[in-house]
């Protein structure tokens, strides 16, 4: 059983996505916070980060977003498929998305983590961005219920 969904539902939520790339040494895995914008997936990284240079050198990759609920029953996949790019990281969209994560009010986030992880304006920040060539959805929640959905209601 399969079913399609819109995936605006989720890309919205502060979801782990994992970013798979591919290296001499075969393929490689890196969890990763992303934001929607503009028709692409923007994703942190660093000049210097693995993700980064594996993907100025093969620039395909692929990339899975689960929500998955256990007690109410929900299950849905979201993919990406195509080519990334690497950014500059704008400060906005950095800001962005970090309050997706870390929530709007800046003055809450914890200064250990800006300071020593984010570094929000280091000029070595990077911004992987990957407008999908292909996307797919699969909506699986139905684990608990049998064949009627958990998620959403509408879906049949």
């Not at 989720?10 to 798979?20: D, S």
């Not at 692409?40 to 609920?69: T, Y």
């Not at 849905?76 to 990334?84: E, M, P, T």
């Not at 250990?112 to 929000?120: M, P």
Request: overall charge neutral; charged content about 20%; hydrophobic content about 45%.
């Amino acid at each position: 059983m399969k079913a399609n969904f819109d995936p605006d539902g989720i890309i919205r939520l502060p979801l782990m996505a994992n970013l798979a790339t591919v290296c001499s040494e075969g393929p490689r895995n890196a969890p990763v916070w992303f934001l929607w914008e503009e028709n692409a997936l923007w994703m942190l990284g660093g000049k210097d980060g693995s993700s980064v240079q594996r993907l100025i050198r093969n620039p395909q990759c692929a990339v899975e977003i689960v929500h998955f609920e256990n007690e109410r029953g929900i299950l849905l996949h979201l993919g990406f498929r195509g080519n990334a790019t690497i950014e500059t990281a704008s400060v906005s969209r950095f800001k962005r998305l970090l309050s997706k994560y870390l929530g709007s009010d800046e003055a809450l986030w914890n200064s250990w983590f800006i300071e020593n992880i984010a570094q929000i304006n280091n000029p070595a920040n990077r911004m992987i961005k990957l407008v999908p060539e292909s996307t797919f959805t699969n909506n699986v929640s139905f684990f608990r219920t049998g064949p009627a959905f958990a998620w959403p209601e509408e879906v049949t």
